[in-house]
Structure formats: structure tokens, C-alpha cells
């Protein structure tokens, strides 16, 4: 008798942004990201304040206002059933509790910075994939 078997494994990496703004200027950059976003580091210059926002063309992903520290962020969409009606569950205080799983990408995925600050600020924005 013969048995084989076949490992399945997904794949990590990283996409990394860098974003430059001049004052309240509005920047942003795009790449191809495909796969489960598992998150979002946000590393901000010192003394720096702006608006953030990571989006593919169906949804955004993360969106925050008045970033003015370097943060990790772990976006969650709500799940579905064939239906379109939004999964919950039943807690044991008889509570209707949302499921929510990790967002997707499928394509161009791009992060937007708002500058709120004096100068020229660059921001990196590194999104965690899972492919």
C-alpha cells in the first residue's frame, strides 16, 4: 500500500508603502496586493500628523483620522452567508454577536495619506498578506 500526502500551506509577506506628503497634501500609492490582509503597520515621522486610508476599488479596508503615532492595526470585515445577510452568533448572554474575518484583495490596493503637518513627512505603510 502506498500513501502519499500533500502539505498546504499559505504563505506570508509583506507589501510596503512609502508615502510622501508636503503639508496638507494628499498622496497615495498602489500596488497589486493579492490575498488575506492580516495587518496593517503604520510608522508615522516624528512630530507628524495626517490621514490615513488603505482601500482596494470595492472596499476600504482602514481608515483613520489625526495619526500621529506608529501603530499596527488588524482590520476585520463583517462575513456573509449566500444570502448577503451578515453572520452573527448567539453568545451565552443571548447576545447577536457579528463574525468578522480578515479582508481581501484581489488586485490594486492602495494607501492614501492626508498630511496634517508643517514639512515634508514620508509615512510607511506596511500591509501583513496572506497568500
Given at each position: 500500500?502506498?500513501?502519499s500526502?500533500?502539505?498546504?500551506?499559505?504563505?506570508?509577506r509583506?507589501?510596503?508603502?512609502?508615502?510622501?506628503?508636503?503639508?496638507?497634501?494628499?498622496?497615495?500609492k498602489?500596488?497589486?496586493?493579492?490575498?488575506?490582509?492580516?495587518?496593517?503597520?503604520?510608522?508615522?515621522?516624528?512630530?507628524?500628523?495626517?490621514?490615513?486610508?488603505?482601500?482596494?476599488?470595492?472596499?476600504?479596508?482602514?481608515?483613520?483620522?489625526?495619526?500621529?503615532?506608529?501603530?499596527?492595526?488588524?482590520?476585520?470585515?463583517?462575513?456573509?452567508?449566500?444570502?448577503?445577510t451578515?453572520?452573527?452568533?448567539?453568545?451565552?448572554?443571548?447576545?447577536?454577536?457579528?463574525?468578522?474575518?480578515?479582508?481581501?484583495?484581489?488586485?490594486?490596493?492602495?494607501?492614501?495619506?492626508?498630511?496634517?503637518?508643517?514639512?515634508?513627512?514620508?509615512?510607511?505603510?506596511?500591509?501583513?498578506?496572506?497568500?
Amino acid at each position: 500500500m502506498l500513501l502519499s500526502a500533500t502539505l498546504a500551506f499559505a504563505e506570508m509577506r509583506d507589501v510596503t508603502y512609502s508615502v510622501s506628503v508636503v503639508g496638507t497634501e494628499t498622496n497615495s500609492k498602489s500596488y497589486v496586493v493579492r490575498g488575506e490582509i492580516m495587518a496593517i503597520r503604520v510608522t508615522v515621522p516624528e512630530g507628524a500628523t495626517g490621514n490615513i486610508t488603505v482601500a482596494t476599488s470595492e472596499q476600504t479596508i482602514l481608515s483613520k483620522s489625526g495619526v500621529s503615532a506608529s501603530t499596527t492595526y488588524y482590520p476585520k470585515v463583517a462575513t456573509h452567508n449566500t444570502s448577503g445577510t451578515a453572520i452573527s452568533f448567539v453568545d451565552f448572554a443571548s447576545n447577536s454577536v457579528p463574525l468578522y474575518a480578515n479582508p481581501v484583495s484581489a488586485g490594486l490596493l492602495t494607501a492614501t495619506v492626508v498630511g496634517a503637518s508643517a514639512g515634508t513627512n514620508t509615512y510607511t505603510i506596511k500591509v501583513i498578506v496572506k497568500e
